[in-house]
């Protein structure tokens, strides 16, 4: 069975700063994919960034990229230039390539807090 | 385009009672994900419809969880009758076309429905 861990259950970080937050992941697959997921005060959860495992460049969306280090296991999201807006509950979601299997699993999630 | 919705956005019954959760998917997509979230803990994995086919219901915590997808286009998700463990946030998502061996698309959220049992 695959797990999620998160062992940042919040954080908080001035406007304009940097902040990374973690991930890590236990599986004995080859083949997958990592996701991060936001969720802000009230608003419905959407797909920040994705990464495919098989892909050794790490995935980049405007401010966010990840560090993926698949030896260790790691997947952790940075986002530069924090913004009010990305105040919001983060998501660390991983998802077996495997046919048929859609399914996500979660970890428990990291409040972020952007302080103006 | 509408995103996927859900109805009600809260739910307050007591134990034992029924209640009914509605998913509305991203008009034509195929796969209906249900999920939820206890407090604090992770998101987990309920069930899978594939069109109107649950394709993974491996995550439905027990029989009192009965989830229906009628002609392939909205679902619901009923409780009966409903336990104190049972509160928590239900999500619900779509995606297009997961059975890409290499591909796998988005899967897009609801805003959720907060159920609270008493």
């Known amino acids: 069975a695959q797990t999620v861990t998160q062992s940042q259950p919040e954080m908080s970080v001035q406007e304009a700063e940097t902040v990374t937050l973690s991930c890590t992941y236990d599986?004995?697959?080859?083949?997958?994919?990592l996701f991060w997921y936001k969720q802000p005060p009230s608003r419905q959860m959407i797909l920040v960034i994705r990464q495919e495992a098989y892909k050794q460049q790490n995935a980049t969306e405007n401010r966010f990229s990840v560090n993926f280090q698949k030896a260790a296991k790691s997947f952790s999201l940075k986002i530069s230039d924090s913004q009010l807006g990305d105040t919001a509950m983060y998501f660390c979601?991983?998802?077996?390539?495997?046919?048929?299997?859609?399914?996500?699993?979660f970890g428990t999630g990291t409040r972020l807090t952007i302080i103006p | 385009e509408a995103g996927v919705t859900q109805f009600p956005s809260h739910s307050v019954i007591e134990k034992g009672q029924t209640v009914t959760l509605r998913c509305d998917p991203i008009?034509?997509?195929?796969?209906l994900y249900w999920y939820r979230r206890v407090m604090g803990k992770e998101i987990k994995f309920l069930l899978h419809f594939v069109k109107e086919s649950k394709q993974d219901e491996s995550g439905m915590p027990n029989n009192r969880f009965l989830a229906e997808r009628t002609g392939g286009t909205y679902s619901t998700l009923k409780v009966q009758p409903a336990e104190l463990e049972d509160s928590g946030v239900y999500f619900c998502a779509s995606s297009q076309d997961g059975f890409g061996a290499l591909i796998t698309d988005t899967q897009y959220f609801g805003p959720g429905t907060r159920l609270t049992v008493l």
């Open positions: 599986t004995s697959e080859n083949n997958y994919y």
């Open positions: 979601a991983f998802k077996i390539t495997y046919f048929g299997n859609e399914k996500l699993t």
């Open positions: 008009s034509g997509h195929d796969n």
